[in-house]
């Protein structure tokens, strides 16, 4: 058996102009509604969002035995630490009994649409696992081994001194790659580290290439259905094109890729 880790980063009201949310956001930015909808779907159909932790430990045994047999699970993760996960999120996962994950930019914590301390350590406190996204959720591919390393290792010490508590989990920031990551992370003394790609986690995943896939704003509730179901097309066709995806991202570089991304959104019709 295998699960996926479903991420999301941010929410907003159906009410509110897409065209207010900054270009290179839009993609990331869910309606309330549609989350509402995967959420009731996945509780109706018998999944269950489990803690990022409980994942671990139980495949860490090569076993499934954290909930009953007919239970199908899936892992939520939350990206960034912005404020709508407090506000909007935490309370459709309580309502739903389900849990979650959520990497926090520890020097962005209280600013302008972000998260609390004092609302990370209620959520942490309810159960949910926290997690680091960096210090400052820069560019991987622009820093050298020594700024990586200390955007590990101080977010981490951070969150586990306003926390007191141990934080395991690290998730990378931006969607570009560095290979030095997964090292760090273990370096650093986290206990997994996750990273975009479509594709599900097992028993032999790699827990420091652990995989994440990202659920966007043009998503259908069909696609999210067959995401989460592993249907095997879908996955291809998603896979395929986000290593088309990784692929311009070389060979264009960061600033000639985000460009072009950015003069592309700005052309494509939002639902």
Same mark, same amino acid.
């Given at each position: 058996m295998k699960i996926p880790i479903l991420l999301y980063h941010d929410f907003r009201p159906?009410?509110?102009d897409v065209f207010n949310i900054e270009i290179k956001?839009?993609?990331y930015v869910l309606r309330e509604s549609v989350f509402i909808s995967q959420m009731r779907?996945?509780?109706?159909?018998?999944?269950?969002?489990?803690?990022?932790s409980i994942f671990i430990r139980e495949y860490k045994k090569g076993r499934i035995d954290v909930c009953d047999t007919n239970?199908?699970?899936?892992?939520l993760a939350f990206d960034d630490g912005v404020r709508s996960n407090f506000s909007f999120v935490f309370p459709v996962l309580k309502k739903y009994n389900f849990a979650g994950v959520f990497f926090i930019t520890v020097g962005l914590v209280g600013s302008h649409e972000m998260m609390t301390w004092e609302q990370i350590g209620e959520m942490h406190n $309810?159960?949910?696992? @926290?997690?680091?996204?960096?210090?400052?959720?820069?560019f991987p591919t622009e820093l050298t081994v020594d700024q990586l390393k200390f955007e590990l290792v101080e977010s981490k010490r951070l969150l586990e001194l306003k926390l007191e508590s141990q934080v395991k989990f690290f998730s990378s920031?931006?969607?570009f790659y560095s290979r030095n990551l997964p090292v760090l992370a273990?370096? $650093?003394g986290y206990g997994a580290a996750c990273f975009t790609k479509v594709a599900f986690n097992g028993v032999h995943t790699d827990l420091f290439h652990l995989n994440k896939i990202g659920i966007k704003r043009s998503f259908s509730l069909q696609l999210f259905q067959a995401i989460v179901e592993g249907d095997y097309y879908t996955l291809i066709i998603l896979r @395929?094109?986000? @290593?088309?995806?990784?692929g311009a991202k070389i060979v264009l570089g960061r600033k000639l890729y985000e460009y072009i991304k950015k003069v592309f959104l700005k052309r494509k019709l939002w639902k």
């Open positions: 159906d009410k509110l956001s839009r993609e779907w996945l509780f109706e159909n018998g999944y269950r969002g489990i803690n990022l239970d199908k699970m899936v892992v $309810a159960g949910m696992d @926290i997690g680091s996204h960096t210090l400052t959720h820069s920031p931006t969607g273990r370096q $650093a @395929i094109r986000q @290593i088309l995806r990784d």
